[in-house]
């Protein structure tokens, strides 16, 4: 069992569905540049769907499986 030090999220619990807008700098397949806008949630509510809910500590494991 691998066991961390477990800290909160950092900015919490997200509160009336918080959002910052960001900047990212892209490229087309030709090499081409543009500026891309996303919404990037502040805080969390996971694993909670209710607005407002503070997020809950979890276990996520990701692994491969082999397909045959």
């Not at 069992?1 to 950092?10: G, H, K, L, S, V």
Request: aromatic share 8%; with cysteine.
């Amino acid at each position: 069992m691998i066991q961390t030090n477990c800290q909160r999220e950092a900015n919490g619990t997200r509160k009336n569905q918080a959002s910052q807008t960001r900047k990212f700098l892209m490229s087309t397949t030709t090499g081409e540049e543009f500026l891309q806008f996303r919404q990037i949630p502040v805080g969390s509510n996971w694993p909670s769907k209710n607005p407002d809910a503070p997020p809950k500590p979890a276990i996520v494991a990701i692994f491969k499986s082999q397909v045959t």
